[in-house]
């Protein structure tokens, strides 16, 4: 018997919608209702394997109930606007998988389902009704089954007439009839008062109808509910003809417009990933996906002879990939193999066999040397790095496919380029393709093309072009010069922990009265909740909560709580980076962090092998660790430049506030200014408290902090956090301004900008959930300050490089750390250098308030700093 599927289209998106939770696409398009509907769509496909399928919807027009009845679902929510916004994508995926779309004015969905039903029940299938709604029982027969989905979007439950007689003790038909009597709360249908579920199906199953009922009233035992049967009986008789699904309505109905064609599953791939649902295109069935036969084909690059033939040949622009072995270490970072692409051609190269040839090595130093042959790389900083060990410059790059993605894009995970490739091109390489590397590779100026458009229409050019591109250089410098460690010290330092963590150990053990594992929350908390008798702040499944949160609110408790926070923070200090890094000391004496690009959705750089964005400078200990960074040579001295204030800065700047901006234009210290506003206070008579507490206040406009947030970073009641907050928007009201217009902005364009343009889109801003909209408007404040930041501090990063490179200085860039550089300088440079690094820091762009930058000197990180 052939199979009719019927979806109930507004129930499954609403199950879905509720069961998921929140998706967005990184511009900000909700989809989790998209994506739990196109789920339960594929699960009934496979478990029905109907030859006919109909989605049916409401329209917003009000129904015949409405107008019978006024009150009809009065008192439903409103429907959220996440989920309003998804209907229209939903219907458009129905369409591309050519499945016939329902829906008449004035009637429900129920009676369109109810209608289809039972027609083609007449024209002899077997239908199968797909909702959360259990109303449609009532349509239920011996070829009619309805599919109620229970927990979330993949557990359900199959109804035909005999399962609903066993189960509920009530034909389908008489299930309207226990409505009648019950009502329905959710779609507001009365009932009778006092008359529940259990005594509804108590009355049906006895009498058999509403009516019935009604005509026995004398025979019914409980005098209440008697007399609210006599009185409401019009009533029960209304609420059952409300919940009364309508099986004839007068639709043109011709089943075959629900025969299940062949889909266009090409667009059907396009949309799945456009609206980021990868996962989606593997539900696509396999026989009805195009067959793609894929071009692998290639020359092999590997003497003297065909490495000449390939450099002869290329006279347009070329695409490199390439595959890396050894990448933890500098020194033993190698290419094992490079792909490229120019005039129809794809080449593999054995980079590492031809580059210790002589000859051959003159010919690669001499093509990746001539900048007028245009390349399109992909992840250039690691290429250019291993080239430079060579002496090899790296010059000609026009385009990096990773950071162009990183761009348009950078909330993605990675910017692999088997990715990159599924996403914009809608590819479904995978990774057991034979020779996958050299279809990427084939596929690079396929996608070069679409992120430079993408690039071109978010008017990022001169951030690609002046400040990333570039940067990869600069990047690749660092790492390779890298920073030399004192191993001496470094062993110093490291039997000063153990005898500092022991101590401090000792001290925790001293205070409980008895040895424990510190380490072990589950220990640590009987310690605290149980013998100390501490108050309990937060309980988990697995016992009481000592994260750091915890016992920050537990510091004026217990003396005990000092010590564990400081014994969690030296062991870490201990592990992290006395241990580690001793682990990463390569055979020049030096560490080379890797210094990535394309992790942080700010544009802040990250570093990691070690990370050396995250030294801890709260306790002596951590600043010791500082020690251990010594010059390169002997004679050569430690610089560090810092940016003083630069958020701050940017903040004035970027809101154009006259106070703000004038103070920092007259050296005004800002911290002792916010206070002299906030405080009511001269400026000679601020005191190192206020000031201490207007600088709180300062960066936490930054963040979007709320008075909550500030009373707990000052120890201070809610009301005065609040009330330091609202003079500080009074004082500077054009912040208050820009910041609203920011958050604005985010909520119209779902992203914010930076002053170069960087975008930071912000999907939580438009969430229901009133945390996780709070967050994205903090983002929304942050992002184009800190993202702007970040963006000077790259610039100059990319200027004072050059200026080193254009003046034959021996002196190197080593570290960023947020808004430092550190520098090696030469003695006999030292001055010009500090005359360079000023000028290019300060002047990487133009402001309304001048840029500062702190230079300091030592034989020392920790010295300089």
Not at 605 to 629: A, C, D, H, W
């Amino acid at each position: 018997m052939e199979k009719v599927l019927i979806l109930d289209g507004n129930s499954l998106a609403n199950r879905a919608f509720y069961a998921i939770p929140d998706l967005t696409t990184v511009d900000g398009r909700h989809t989790n209702a998209l994506y739990g509907f196109a789920n339960m769509l594929f699960k009934m496909k496979e478990d029905i394997n109907p030859t006919y399928i109909f989605a049916t919807f409401d329209k917003k027009a009000p129904t015949f109930r409405h107008l019978e009845y006024k009150d009809y679902k009065a008192g439903r929510k409103q429907m959220p606007s996440e989920l309003s916004e998804q209907f229209p994508r939903i219907k458009e995926m129905l369409s591309l998988m050519d499945i016939k779309i329902c829906e008449l004015e004035g009637f429900e969905a129920d009676d369109l389902i109810g209608t289809i039903a039972k027609k083609s029940e007449a024209e002899g299938l077997e239908v199968y009704i797909v909702t959360g709604d259990r109303d449609a029982l009532q349509l239920a027969s011996n070829n009619i089954k309805i599919v109620i989905t229970k927990k979330g979007v993949s557990e359900t439950a199959i109804y035909d007439q005999n399962r609903m007689l066993e189960e509920m003790g009530v034909t389908p038909t008489q299930f309207i009839d226990v409505k009648g009597l019950m009502g329905d709360k959710s779609d507001n249908i009365p009932g009778v008062p006092g008359i529940g579920e259990k005594t509804a199906y108590k009355l049906i199953q006895t009498y058999g109808s509403v009516e019935a009922v009604l005509s026995n009233i004398d025979e019914i035992s409980g005098n209440k509910i008697k007399e609210n049967l006599r009185e409401y009986s019009m009533q029960a008789i209304d609420s059952k003809r409300l919940a009364t699904i309508i099986t004839e309505v007068p639709m043109e109905f011709n089943i075959e417009e629900g025969l299940m064609n062949d889909c266009n599953n090409n667009e059907l791939k396009k949309f799945f990933l456009e609206y980021q649902m990868k996962s989606l295109v593997s539900k696509l069935p396999e026989e009805e996906v195009e067959k793609q036969e894929r071009d692998n084909s290639y020359i092999l690059v590997e003497e003297m002879g065909s490495l000449k033939k390939m450099l002869d040949s290329i006279n347009n622009t070329v695409f490199i990939s390439y595959a890396i072995r050894d990448k933890q270490r500098y020194s033993t970072i190698e290419i094992d193999e490079m792909y490229l692409s120019s005039n129809e051609n794809t080449y593999m190269v054995k980079f590492d066999e031809l580059i210790n040839n002589n000859a051959c090595f003159s010919l690669i130093k001499q093509y990746f040397e001539n900048e007028k042959l245009s390349k399109v790389v992909h992840d250039c900083k690691d290429f250019i790095t291993v080239l430079s060990k060579y002496d090899i410059e790296f010059n000609g790059i026009i385009f990096d496919t990773t950071i162009g993605a990183y761009l348009i894009n950078s909330a993605k995970s990675d910017y692999n380029l088997i990715n990159l490739i599924n996403d914009y091109l809608g590819e479904d390489l995978k990774d057991t393709e034979e020779n996958l590397s050299i279809i990427e590779n084939k596929l690079m100026s396929k996608l070069y093309l679409i992120l430079d458009e993408k690039i071109k229409e978010a008017k990022m050019e001169e951030l690609l072009y002046n400040v990333e591109l570039p940067l990869c250089k600069v990047l690749s410098s660092m790492e390779s010069v890298g920073i030399k460690i004192n191993k001496e010290k470094l062993d110093e330092l490291e039997v000063n922990f153990k005898v500092e963590i022991d101590r401090t150990q000792k001290e925790i053990y001293e205070l409980s009265e008895e040895e424990f594992n510190i380490n072990s929350p589950k220990q640590l908390g009987k310690i605290l909740f149980e013998k100390l008798d501490l108050p309990v702040v937060k309980k988990t499944k697995t016992g009481y909560s000592t994260n750091a949160e915890v016992l920050e609110k537990l510091l004026d408790k217990h003396p005990i709580i000092q010590k564990i926070i400081y014994f969690r923070q030296i062991t870490k200090i201990y592990s992290t980076y006395v241990e580690g890094l001793k682990q990463v000391i390569d055979a020049d004496g030096c560490i080379h962090s890797s210094f990535n690009q394309t992790v942080t959705t700010t544009g802040r750089l990250s570093s990691t092998e070690p990370n050396l964005q995250n030294i801890p400078i709260k306790y002596e200990m951590g600043r010791e660790i500082r020690k251990v960074f010594i010059p390169l040579d002997k004679d050569d001295i430690i610089l560090s430049a810092d940016y003083s204030q630069i958020e701050l800065r940017v903040l004035a700047h970027m809101a154009g506030d006259e106070n703000m901006i004038d103070a920092f234009k007259h050296n005004v210290d800002i911290h002792t200014k916010t206070a002299s506003e906030v405080f009511k206070t001269p400026i000679e008579e601020v005191t190192s408290l206020m000031r201490s507490r207007a600088k709180a206040v300062n960066f936490g406009i930054v963040y979007g902090i709320s008075d909550f947030s500030l009373a707990q970073d000052l120890n201070i009641p809610k009301k005065e956090a609040k009330e330091y907050i609202e003079i500080y928007f009074e004082r500077y009201p054009k912040i208050k301004d820009y910041l609203q217009s920011v958050i604005t902005q985010a909520k119209e364009k779902a992203y914010v900008l930076t002053l170069l343009n960087r975008r930071r889109f912000i999907p939580e801003i438009t969430s229901s959930n009133k945390i996780v909209k709070a967050l994205g408007e903090r983002l929304a404040m942050n992002a184009p300050i800190q993202g702007s930041a970040a963006d000077i501090i790259k610039l100059a990063m990319v200027n004072v490089h050059n200026k080193l490179k254009e003046g034959n200085f021996k002196s190197e860039v080593l570290l960023q750390v947020h808004d430092e550089l550190i520098l090696n300088v030469k003695k006999n440079e030292l001055e010009d250098i500090k005359k360079i690094v000023k000028q290019e820091m300060e002047g990487a762009v133009e402001l309304d308030v001048p840029l500062e930058v702190d230079i300091n000197l030592g034989s020392t990180w920790y010295e300089a700093k």
